[in-house]
Nanobody
């Protein structure tokens, strides 16, 4: 199983980024996909998740600014991040959760919001 994130980088406050996570080795359309983030000195936290049926959930500070989507034909999940703030700076991780407690993580991609 591989989850490969891309799209991170340095962006100014108020800017946008789109993260992508390409999955292989899983039956993608059966998995809940999510994005987590971990800032220095903090615990990893859920940012957004999308169920196999398309239902979504967002962490409070991401609601209305971030949008998670999935393309089951491409085995890819996306996170569109708008109106970025310095406090969004973190390593962002792709997560796949399946039946029987199966969980997989990507290697992470750095997002830095700074002027």
């Amino acid at each position: 199983v591989q989850l490969v994130e891309s799209g991170g980088g340095l962006v100014q406050p108020g800017g946008s980024l789109r993260l992508s996570c390409a999955a292989s080795g899983i039956i993608f359309n059966m998995y809940t996909m999510a994005w987590y983030r971990q800032a220095p000195g903090k615990q990893r936290e859920l940012v957004a998740e999308i169920k196999s049926g398309g239902n979504t959930n967002y962490e409070d500070s991401a609601e209305g600014r971030f949008f998670i989507s999935r393309d089951d034909a491409k085995n890819t999940v996306y996170l569109q991040m708008n109106s970025l703030k310095p406090e969004d700076t973190a390593v962002y991780y792709c997560y796949a959760g399946g039946v029987f407690g199966l969980k997989f993580w990507g290697q992470g991609t750095q997002v830095t919001v700074s002027s």
